[in-house]
C-alpha cells in the first residue's frame, strides 16, 4: 500500500491511497485540474481511480468531487446526511453510492473502515485502509479526542492526522471569538499539543505520522513538528502534508 497528499489544510484536502488491488481518493477539496496534476506528479492517471470517498460536507473537502465524477466517472462515497448538506457544491452527479458512519466499505480484498468523528460537518467520518495486515489511517477533522479514538489508532501502522492549531497562534491571531471558540471546542479540530499527546497515549508502532489539515494563520510547519517530537521523541518518524503542493510517496 502506498499514499500520498494531494493537499492538506483549510484551503483543501485529499489524499490518495493506492493498494494491490484498488486506488482510492479520500476527499476532494482542490479543483479537478488540480486533482489530475498532482496525481500525475508522481505517475499516477487519475483515469485509474476506482472511487472518490468523501469524509464530510465541508466544501474544503468535497468542493472538487462534482466535477471529478462527471469529467472522469468517479463513484462517489458518501453518508446521506452529507450528500444532502453538499448536494448543491457537488452539482449534478451520475454515481452517488451511500454508506453510514461505522460502515466498512469492501473494494474486493480492501477494506475501508469507517470512523464517526465529532467534527461539526454532517456524519464526519475518519477512514481505516486495510490490506493484507496493514492499515493506514486518515484522521483529521476530528471535533474532539472522542471515545475509543485510542483504540483505533493502536491498530495503525501509518497515519495521517490533524494538527491544525497552536493554541497561542490561534488566541492571539485575528479570528473572529466565535471562530476561535469553534475550533477549539468539542466540533473542531485537533491542536498541535492534542495531537501529539494523543499518539503518545497509544500503543501504536507508526511507520510514519504525517501531520496533516494544519491551519494557514494559526500554525506553523515547524511548530507542529516541534510540539510532536517533544511528546513522541527526535527519533520519531514524523512528516508534514504540504498545504499547496501534493506531498511525498509513504509506502507500507
Not at 22 to 45: C, K, N, P, Q, Y
Not at 51 to 73: E, M, T
Not at 93 to 107: A, V
Request: one cysteine or more; hydrophobic letters at 40%.
Amino acid at each position: 500500500m502506498l499514499t500520498f497528499s494531494l493537499q492538506s489544510g483549510s484551503n483543501g484536502n485529499s489524499i490518495y491511497v493506492e493498494t494491490s488491488e484498488v486506488r482510492l481518493l479520500f476527499d476532494a477539496g482542490i479543483s479537478g485540474r488540480a486533482t489530475e496534476e498532482r496525481l500525475a506528479a508522481h505517475g499516477r492517471d487519475i483515469r485509474a481511480v476506482d472511487a472518490l470517498i468523501l469524509s464530510h460536507n465541508h466544501r474544503d473537502h468535497v468542493c472538487g468531487a462534482g466535477v471529478l465524477q462527471r469529467r472522469f466517472s468517479l463513484p462517489i462515497f458518501i453518508t446521506p446526511r452529507s450528500y444532502r448538506a453538499c448536494r448543491e457544491d457537488l452539482g449534478t452527479c451520475g454515481d452517488i453510492r451511500y454508506f453510514d458512519p461505522g460502515q466498512t466499505l469492501d473494494f474486493g480484498r480492501i477494506a475501508v473502515q469507517t470512523v464517526p468523528t465529532a467534527h461539526d460537518g454532517k456524519d464526519g467520518v475518519a477512514f481505516i485502509i486495510s490490506e493484507k495486515g496493514r492499515k493506514l489511517g486518515i484522521f483529521t477533522d476530528l471535533g474532539h479526542r472522542f471515545a475509543g479514538i485510542e483504540t483505533w489508532i493502536s491498530t495503525l501502522d501509518g497515519m495521517y492526522l490533524e494538527s491544525n492549531y497552536d493554541p497561542d497562534m490561534l488566541a492571539e491571531g485575528m479570528y473572529p471569538s466565535w471562530l476561535k471558540r469553534r475550533i477549539r471546542g468539542q466540533g473542531g479540530h485537533l491542536s498541535n499539543l492534542e495531537a501529539a499527546e494523543l499518539v503518545r497515549d497509544t500503543t501504536a508502532q507508526l511507520q510514519f505520522l504525517i501531520l496533516s489539515h494544519l491551519s494557514e494563520n494559526n500554525n506553523e510547519p515547524e511548530l507542529a513538528l516541534a510540539t510532536a517530537r517533544k511528546f513522541l521523541g527526535e527519533s520519531f518518524p514524523l512528516a508534514l502534508a504540504p498545504r499547496d503542493r501534493v506531498g511525498e510517496i509513504f509506502s507500507l
